[in-house]
Structures are given as structure tokens and as C-alpha cells.
């Protein structure tokens, strides 16, 4: 039986540690019936070659088929005898991968950029934004659920992406998440505002669906600002029906109409019961404004212009199968 020993320099000061004898590391023995494969740490050690576009890449096969289901699937199947594939001679071609995409992802899974002394990539990584985005694809495109989730989580904590940014990247790599509160905060945005590559990022089908709502926001807002609700018709004892209706309808476009049109702060709908409460009605009984007041508080229309946004962040969930 041979013993493997760690190597010490016999210039260094010797510890006083007791017996000199050599402490063992390990030792081959003969295999045995009752060995079985560590469910985990059994990896597949050979190293194959890959081209992303003019570049070779001589890699663990092993490391590969443990990050991505793709690579477990097809480097699970036996090369035929005598085949070079994988070699450096035939190298297997990764279509559509550019090699500086490659390589960011291998930075990853082989966790180069990670300190030695620290267990979690995550908080020791140095990834910019450009390799987290390469990460972040090839881990979709292979089925890496780790590599994906790990770029999503460094993205979003560690960078300001525009929300027609995180609208393009939550669609493509299935990323709900991020889609609804970047739909919502694109609905409060002026389209006017965004640059070119911002609507490029939106994309064709999901500009049509912003749009579409957007319109549909401004007409609800617009029969809102000048149409008030019907207040309470029942008729209080010293209230003269007709100079109550004008006050309500004055009182309305002043305080409420005018604001729902404000150019830099207009009002939310959801916002306009608070409004209200804090609106003096002069010349309309007290007992006329508080049952006006009290039939308004929990009215459906006030809540039309989020119901229009959750509908549009649906119909946008539901076009991209997220």
C-alpha cells in the first residue's frame, strides 16, 4: 500500500509536534463492493474543446455538465471509438456564442474572479455589467438556473438599469419578476422622454401593448376630470337640489379636474377620495357633502386607471408565456 505524504520544505523551522514520521494524506487501496459514487461530488473530469467563434476553449466537461442541463444531456452521450471530436483538431462548435461571451461564463462557473477567502461569489465578484449580461444569456440558452438566477440577483442589486432595460431582459430570459414594476413605472414614463435605444429595449409587440393602454389611461383621466360622479341624490332637509349640483360639478373641476391635468404632478385616481375629504364644499349643506362623500369613498371608478395598467402588465405576461 503507498502513502501519500504532504511535502514540507526541509529548510523551514520544524514544530515541535511530537513523532517525526509523516502524517498520511491518504492511501490507494483496492476498490470495494460497498464503495458508491458521492451524489454530489462525482465529477466528470475530461476536458473537451470548444469554439466560440475563432477562438478554442479546452475545458472540464465535468464543470459544465454540473452547471447546465443542456451539457449534462449531451456530454452524456458516448463519442464513438477513435472519434477526435472535442479535440483540438475538431473542436465542438457553440453556435452563436461570441468568445468574449464564453469566456465570461466560464469565469463564472469556474469562479475566477472570486477571493480565495471568501465563500460567496457574490460578494466577492468583480463581474461589470457586460459579463453578467453574457452570463446571464448562455445561462438561459443551456438551462443553468444557477448562472441565471446569479446574474439577475448581481444586476439588480449592484446596477441602475433603465426599466425598458429590465422590461427587455425580463421577457427574454423569462424573468417575471422584473417585468410587472418596469411595465408600471413605462406607464408613468412620457414615451416622449425615451431614447431610441429605450423603445429599441421595449420591442415592437410591447410598445403596442404600452401604447394601447396609455391611450386608454388618458380617456378614462380625461371623462374623469370633466364629468364628475354622480353625488348622493338623497334630498336633505334645507338642501336646494340644483345650487348643490353646481357647487359639486365647480367645486369638482377646481379642486379635482384641474389636478387630474397638472403637466409635471397629475393626479393618480386612486388619489382623489383624499382630495375630496379635504375639499370645503361652501354652499352645500354638511349632511348633502358627507352622504356625497360617503357614496364616493370605495367607488370602482377611482380604481379604473390601475385596473387598466394590471391589465395591460397581464396581457404582456401572457404574450411572452411568463
Not at 523551514?12 to 461530488?41: E, M
Not at 445561462?139 to 422590461?167: P, Y
Request: net charge negative; proline share 7%.
Amino acid at each position: 500500500m503507498t502513502i501519500l505524504t504532504s511535502t514540507v520544505d526541509p529548510t523551514s523551522p520544524k514544530p515541535d509536534v511530537g513523532p517525526s514520521n509523516p502524517t498520511p494524506v491518504a492511501v490507494r487501496g483496492a476498490s470495494r463492493p460497498d464503495y458508491k459514487r458521492h451524489s454530489l461530488f462525482w465529477f466528470d473530469d475530461r476536458t473537451m474543446v470548444y469554439a466560440a467563434g475563432d477562438v478554442l476553449f479546452r475545458v472540464s466537461v465535468g464543470r459544465l455538465r454540473y452547471h447546465s442541463e443542456v451539457f449534462y444531456q449531451i456530454m452524456g452521450i458516448p463519442a464513438a471509438p477513435g472519434s477526435k471530436e472535442g479535440t483540438e483538431e475538431v473542436p465542438l462548435v457553440l453556435v452563436n456564442v461570441a468568445p468574449k461571451e464564453f469566456e465570461s461564463f466560464l469565469r463564472w462557473v469556474y469562479n475566477v474572479d472570486a477571493s480565495p477567502l471568501t465563500s460567496s461569489l457574490a460578494a466577492s465578484t468583480t463581474f461589470d455589467e457586460e459579463t453578467l449580461l453574457h452570463i446571464l444569456k448562455l445561462s438561459h440558452n443551456w438551462e443553468c438556473q444557477d448562472g441565471v438566477d446569479f446574474a439577475f440577483h448581481q444586476l439588480d442589486t449592484r446596477f441602475s438599469l433603465a426599466e425598458s432595460h429590465k422590461l427587455q431582459l425580463g421577457c427574454r430570459y423569462k424573468f417575471r419578476e422584473w417585468v410587472g414594476p418596469a411595465v408600471r413605472a413605462l406607464m408613468d414614463t412620457p414615451f416622449s422622454s425615451l431614447s431610441f435605444d429605450q423603445s429599441d429595449q421595449i420591442g415592437f409587440h410591447t410598445y403596442v401593448f404600452l401604447t394601447k393602454a396609455k391611450d386608454t389611461v388618458l380617456k378614462e383621466r380625461s371623462l374623469m376630470a370633466a364629468f364628475p360622479p354622480v353625488r348622493n341624490q338623497d334630498v336633505h332637509k334645507g338642501c336646494i337640489e340644483a345650487r348643490c349640483d353646481r357647487i359639486w360639478s365647480e367645486t369638482w373641476w377646481s379642486s379635482i379636474g384641474m389636478r387630474i391635468f397638472h403637466p409635471t404632478s397629475p393626479l393618480p385616481l386612486i388619489g382623489i377620495p383624499a382630495i375630496l375629504h379635504r375639499t370645503p364644499y361652501p354652499g352645500i349643506i354638511p349632511e348633502c357633502r358627507e352622504a356625497s362623500l360617503a357614496a364616493l369613498v370605495n367607488h370602482p371608478l377611482f380604481l379604473t386607471e390601475i385596473n387598466i395598467i394590471e391589465e395591460v402588465v397581464g396581457s404582456i405576461l401572457a404574450h411572452y408565456a411568463l
